[in-house]
């Protein structure tokens, strides 16, 4: 093939090798410039295996969270038509183009003490702000578009055809939905949840504003990171490398257990 | 006895139609695409809310818009096979055709599940995926679906439509005899008339929304009521004007139509102005160009052949007459006459078979 004719295909490929490059980069540095030793001695310290349970368990009643709710409204989404549907949906993907820090300026505007339902909250004894249920609550603000925008997309590839043949095999709405919709759709729903997850994981902003930045209360790994940046560089960088490495473990299993669905 | 009644909006046009089949009997709704033959299935099966319209099945009330009933698709038990299938990609063969035996234990669903696949030849590929299957398997995997929820009644959208030709034959055979066995009522769509004559004893034929005639395939053929039907039953249709006049040599008594394009044909049924004549492809004769009418056949055109296609032991010889004619001979005659794209030809047939229609 000469040149001429294989200029474009080049071009394909020097445009990945780039991005390939550009985006592996910094996530090698992180792993090569903390090093094993180090990272070892980063999970012997209290203060970082603190903040990873943190985050590990704050993400996981998050996603618990938007799958549960998410995953029902997406499939409404999907499948139904009604007025003013295209608004909702521009609505519910906003958070996705917020800068985290408005995410955190919203959420205390709603939530916080002075804030639209503040008060109704205190009446019913729930505390949010600088506690971890405050973290838990703006990992699922930030998180949930991302499913609820992959869900509703994987539920709409479904053939519209295999639910109504559900229905008229005998199974009901709610049965076609458990046993016909959320199986076709498994794959596209797990990378909603790995999409989600990935983002509650390395949420940063929106908690530091509505929950605070406070050890073994609201502190996770991306904040505690932060918080040893100006001092510990090193220590910094191995946390850093544990959580690079435990969202890639959830990630990958995320798509390996979706992926069997469909064979 | 499932009885259906509907009027609803239907695109730019309004679906208005109402049908009756027995337990047992096999009504086809023929037509062409957008005629509104799947708009009733899906009606019939509760997928679908006419503005107006009564279904009732047996003893049951499936709808009723006046009364306000309208039972959900899960709870009329309504089997319905949709033309491309839509096998549950996620399951494999015997896991969808046990999906809807409810009433069936879980322990049981299986063996069931196998027998009905065993019944329609394809037990040894039930546990794949439909997408490992062909078209053919998939058609079976489907109809043995729809029949383990043991339906009270059977709708067929375009059961061989998504079959190559090779295997639509054997499936068509294979679909009569189920259909024979079958107790409950079956509605089948097609949009060809062969189908439809082979696979049911009653044939209503739809068009813009409107059942335009009902009855046996053979009278339907026999004597179509109006050109969009004949065309349907295969058919030649040519358009033309009757004659007002007596045509000297012609009794008076006959209709004499002269074709639009040219030549004339004589019909024995009566018609007055713009007309449609239509023949059957098997009243057509043959014969080689340039001999003198003898025999009692009133109708001779010349025509060129254009097309030949074997269909079974017969073959269809395409005509222009110059209008487009359809004959239907034997394979020796096309040998005997020589019959090739180009050749020339005498079409005869009489005028006793010929259809006048409104046009």
Same mark, same amino acid.
């Given at each position: 093939m000469s040149l001429r004719a294989a200029w474009f295909p080049l071009l394909l490929g020097a445009a990945l090798a780039l991005a390939a490059a550009f985006l592996a980069l910094p996530i090698a540095a992180i792993f090569l410039d903390?090093?094993?030793?180090?990272?070892?001695?980063?999970?012997?310290?209290?203060?970082?295996?603190?903040?990873?349970?943190?985050?590990?368990?704050?993400?996981?009643?998050?996603?618990?969270?938007?799958?549960?709710?998410?995953?029902?409204?997406a499939?409404?989404l999907a499948?139904?038509?009604?007025?003013?549907?295209a608004?909702?949906v521009t609505?519910l993907e906003l958070p996705l183009v917020l800068p985290p820090?408005?995410?955190?300026?919203?959420?205390?505007?709603?939530?916080?003490?002075?804030?639209?339902?503040?008060?109704?909250?205190?009446?019913?004894?729930?505390?949010?702000?600088?506690?971890?249920?405050?973290?838990?609550?703006?990992?699922?603000?930030v998180a949930?578009p991302f499913h609820l925008r992959q869900a509703q997309a994987a539920f709409a590839a479904v053939d519209p055809r295999w639910?109504?043949?559900?229905?008229?095999?005998?199974?009901?709405?709610?049965?076609?939905?458990?046993?016909?919709?959320?199986p076709a759709a498994l794959p596209g729903l797990g990378a909603g949840v790995a999409l989600a997850w990935g983002r509650a994981l390395g949420e940063?902003?929106?908690?530091?504003?509505?929950?605070?930045?406070?050890?073994?209360?609201?502190?996770?790994?991306?904040?505690?990171?932060?918080?040893?940046?100006?001092?510990?560089?090193?220590?910094?960088?191995?946390?850093a490398a544990?959580l690079v490495a435990a969202s890639l473990v959830l990630l990958l299993s995320i798509k390996l257990l979706t992926r069997d669905a469909l064979g | 006895?499932?009885?259906?009644?509907?009027?609803?909006?239907?695109?730019?046009?309004?679906?208005?139609?109402?049908?009756?089949?027995?337990?047992?009997?096999?009504?086809?709704?023929?037509?062409?695409?957008?005629?509104?033959?799947?708009?009733?299935?899906?009606?019939?099966?509760?997928?679908?809310?006419?503005?107006?319209?009564?279904?009732?099945?047996?003893?049951?009330?499936?709808?009723?818009?006046?009364?306000?009933?309208?039972?959900?698709?899960?709870?009329?038990?309504?089997?319905?096979?949709?033309?491309d299938?839509?096998l549950?990609e996620h399951?494999?063969?015997?896991?969808?055709?046990?999906?809807?035996?409810?009433?069936?234990?879980?322990?049981?669903?299986?063996?069931?599940?196998?027998?009905?696949?065993?019944?329609?030849?394809?037990?040894?590929?039930?546990?794949?995926r439909p997408s490992r299957l062909s078209g053919?398997?998939r058609?079976?995997?489907?109809?043995?679906?729809?029949?383990?929820?043991?339906?009270?009644?059977?709708?067929?959208?375009?059961?061989?439509?998504a079959?190559d030709?090779?295997?639509?034959?054997?499936?068509?055979?294979?679909?009569?005899?189920?259909?024979?066995?079958?107790?409950?009522?079956?509605?089948?769509?097609?949009?060809?008339?062969?189908?439809?004559?082979?696979?049911?004893?009653?044939?209503?034929?739809?068009?813009?929304?409107?059942?335009?005639?009902?009855?046996?395939?053979?009278?339907?053929?026999?004597?179509?009521?109006?050109?969009?039907?004949?065309?349907?039953?295969?058919?030649?249709?040519?358009?033309?004007?009757?004659?007002?006049?007596?045509?000297?040599?012609?009794?008076?008594?006959?209709? /004499? &139509?002269? *074709?639009?394009?040219? +030549?004339?044909? !004589?019909?024995?049924?009566?018609? %007055?102005?713009?007309?449609? $004549? =239509?023949?059957?492809?098997?009243?057509?004769?043959?014969?080689?160009?340039?001999?003198?009418?003898?025999?009692?056949?009133?109708?001779?055109?010349?025509?060129? /052949? &254009?097309? *030949?296609?074997?269909? +079974?032991?017969? !073959?269809?010889?395409?005509?222009? %007459?110059?209008?487009?004619? $359809? =004959?239907?001979?034997?394979?020796?005659?096309?040998?005997?006459?020589?019959?090739?794209?180009?050749?020339?030809?005498?079409?005869?047939?009489?005028?006793?078979?010929?259809?006048? *229609?409104?046009?």
């Open positions: 903390a090093g094993p030793a180090r990272l070892l001695a980063s999970l012997d310290d209290p203060a970082a295996v603190e903040a990873l349970r943190l985050s590990l368990l704050t993400t996981s009643i998050a996603i618990a969270i938007v799958v549960v709710v998410g995953t029902p409204a499939y409404l499948t139904r038509r009604f007025r003013g549907r608004l909702l609505v820090a408005v995410a955190g300026l919203g959420l205390l505007a709603a939530l916080g003490p002075h804030g639209l339902l503040g008060g109704a909250l205190e009446e019913t004894g729930i505390a949010l702000v600088l506690q971890t249920a405050g973290v838990v609550v703006a990992l699922v603000f949930a639910s109504e043949a559900s229905r008229t095999l005998g199974a009901s709405e709610a049965r076609t939905f458990a046993r016909v919709a959320i940063f902003g929106a908690t530091l504003m509505f929950a605070g930045s406070f050890r073994g209360i609201t502190q996770t790994a991306p904040l505690a990171i932060y918080d040893r940046f100006a001092t510990d560089f090193d220590g910094a960088l191995a946390l544990v | 006895m499932l009885s259906v009644e509907v009027a609803t909006p239907l695109g730019g046009l309004e679906l208005e139609a109402a049908f009756e089949v027995a337990p047992g009997r096999c009504l086809a709704l023929a037509g062409p695409s957008g005629a509104g033959k799947t708009t009733l299935l899906r009606i019939v099966a509760g997928l679908l809310r006419p503005a107006q319209g009564r279904v009732r099945c047996g003893e049951a009330l499936w709808l009723d818009r006046a009364r306000g009933v309208d039972l959900a698709p899960e709870r009329r038990g309504c089997g319905l096979v949709f033309q299938y839509a549950f399951l494999n063969a015997w896991r969808n055709v046990a999906y809807g035996m409810r009433g069936t234990p879980r322990g049981e669903r299986r063996a069931r599940a196998l027998a009905l696949l065993d019944r329609f030849g394809v037990a040894h590929r039930a546990d794949a053919g398997e058609q079976r995997v489907a109809l043995a679906r729809a029949l383990a929820a043991e339906p009270r009644a059977l709708l067929l959208d375009e059961p061989l439509a079959l030709a090779r295997t639509r034959a054997a499936a068509l055979r294979e679909l009569a005899a189920l259909l024979r066995e079958l107790a409950v009522p079956v509605v089948l769509v097609t949009h060809a008339f062969t189908e439809a004559a082979l696979l049911a004893g009653e044939v209503a034929v739809v068009d813009a929304g409107r059942i335009v005639q009902r009855g046996a395939p053979a009278a339907l053929a026999a004597r179509p009521a109006t050109s969009f039907v004949a065309d349907l039953t295969g058919a030649s249709v040519l358009s033309g004007t009757a004659r007002a006049q007596p045509t000297p040599d012609v009794d008076a008594a006959l209709t /004499v &139509v002269d *074709l639009d394009g040219g +030549g004339i044909v !004589v019909a024995t049924e009566p018609g %007055a102005g713009a007309v449609a $004549v =239509a023949i059957q492809p098997w009243e057509v004769t043959l014969e080689p160009p340039g001999e003198d009418r003898h025999g009692s056949a009133r109708n001779r055109l010349d025509v060129e /052949v &254009v097309s *030949l296609a074997e269909m +079974g032991n017969r !073959v269809r010889v395409g005509l222009a %007459a110059p209008q487009p004619l $359809v =004959a239907e001979v034997t394979r020796d005659a096309v040998a005997q006459l020589g019959l090739a794209p180009g050749a020339r030809a005498v079409a005869t047939w009489k005028a006793a078979a010929t259809r006048v *229609l409104p046009r």
